[in-house]
């Protein structure tokens, strides 16, 4: 069949971020405890790494070998949970008083990206993003006089992480699920764990239980050797 390009509902796109959840780390590894993080902006993925290092023999390109991937990003807000103090490098000495440059705390972060294509004035569906094993630089912090013209201060931290293992595949820091892909009843309780429910704190399962939720079939990366 012949290609045929932007057809009716095939126009798709994201937009938007909200549900954005943050996830102390337990020094076992574990996210146990979720609390929303109100105020949301923005989320940017700056992925790095993974650049070519080419190989010569025989006076010719050889072949080329990429560096490890790194996923770092920037998260905006116009607040942050208090519980983010401790990852902010603030230290509460006093009910209501904190110190700062203090040693950083490691948390897992979760937000949603809403889908829609040109089909529907209404969003479709939606992916969630868990990022793992982050941790937060210290942000630049400015405030301004109220003026005629007043704007609340945004906050921004540039995030960097340490990837969590993923069995027959390499380590990863993300992962995300996409709500039009994956089952309902497996997409519901999910989120029942990482949004919590009435019975349970809502927590952060790394990409092993994330797995067998989902009972997608592991597929070994064939770079590794076994």
């Known amino acids: 069949m012949k290609i045929q390009w932007d057809q009716i509902g095939d126009k798709k796109y994201e937009l938007g971020v909200d549900h954005g959840v943050l996830f102390l780390q337990e020094n076992d590894g574990s ?16 992925p790095e790494g993974a650049e070519p290092n080419d190989i010569y023999a025989d006076n010719i390109k050889y072949g080329s070998l ?8 920037t998260i905006e807000s116009y607040t942050y949970p208090d519980e983010f103090a401790e990852c902010n490098g603030e230290a509460e000495v006093a009910k209501g008083v904190y110190i700062g440059q203090q040693s950083r705390r490691s948390f897992g972060f979760s937000y949603r990206t809403n ?18 094993g982050c941790t937060a630089s210290p942000s630049e912090q400015t405030h301004e006089t109220i003026n005629d013209s007043p704007e609340p201060g945004t906050l921004s931290w540039e995030i960097n992480t340490v990837p969590v293992s ?3 595949n390499k380590p990863t820091a993300t992962i995300t699920i996409d709500s039009e892909k994956v089952d309902p009843a497996k997409l519901a309780k999910f989120e029942d764990i990482i949004y919590g429910s009435d019975g349970a704190d809502a927590r ?23």
């Open 31 to 46: 996210y146990p405890k979720g609390v929303p993080w109100n105020g949301l902006t923005n989320v940017t993925e700056s």
């Open 204 to 226: 952060l399962p790394l990409p092993a239980e994330i797995i067998a939720i989902f009972g997608n079939e592991v597929i070994p990366d064939s770079s590794i050797s076994g």
């Open 66 to 73: 990429r560096s490890t991937e790194t996923w770092k990003g």
């Open 166 to 168: 993923v069995v027959g």
């Open 115 to 132: 889908k829609g294509d040109d089909s529907a004035a209404t969003v479709d569906g939606y992916k969630i993003h868990c990022v793992y």
